[in-house]
């Protein structure tokens, strides 16, 4: 459930170093037993701080806040009408806050006319976005660091 201390706001530059961190404990806590613990500690540096600003003009991105600790982001690409990323802190696990922005992201690309939002989830964050209605299309693979990488492709209908 979820807790009524969050809060969720627009994205900042400033945002970019803690969720840097957020990004990498996410992914160190959720990923190990779905991929090799080799790709899991090379997937967790990913997060590229240069990038964060361009990011924050090219997509719409949501952040939750507990008190004054950042607890997840969730971003969207209007023009692809696809959700980029949704990343909760391993902490805030299971109380909504993945849940909450992926939603208010929905309703942002249903009013720029996207009829389908699309996302490569990873293999440990299927059963969420199921939970959240949406259907695996297919699986990928994708080469990250020179390694194969799978993702699955998946789908949800706003109409």
């Known amino acids: 459930m979820l807790d009524q201390n969050v809060h969720f706001r627009p994205g900042t530059v400033e945002d970019g170093p803690g969720l840097k961190e957020l990004y990498r404990l996410t992914v160190l806590a959720n990923a190990k037993g779905s991929y090799p613990q080799e790709d899991v500690e090379r997937w967790s540096t ?12 090219d997509l719409t991105v949501i952040v939750a806040e507990v008190g004054n600790e950042l607890a997840g982001v969730a971003s969207f690409d209007s023009e692809e009408c696809l ?13 909504g806050i993945g849940r909450q922005p992926l939603g208010l992201l929905e309703a942002k690309a249903k009013s720029t006319g996207c009829q389908q939002v699309t996302l490569d989830a990873s293999l440990n964050a299927v059963p969420f976005y199921e939970k959240c209605g949406y259907r695996a299309i297919e699986r990928e693979i994708r080469i990250y660091g020179e390694r194969p990488f799978v993702v699955v492709k998946m789908a949800k209908s706003l109409a």
Do not use: G, I, K, S
């Open 46 to 57: 990913a997060f590229n701080l240069e990038a964060w600003p361009q990011r924050l003009q």
């Open 83 to 95: 959700v980029q990323t949704c990343y909760v802190h391993p902490r805030f696990n299971r109380q």
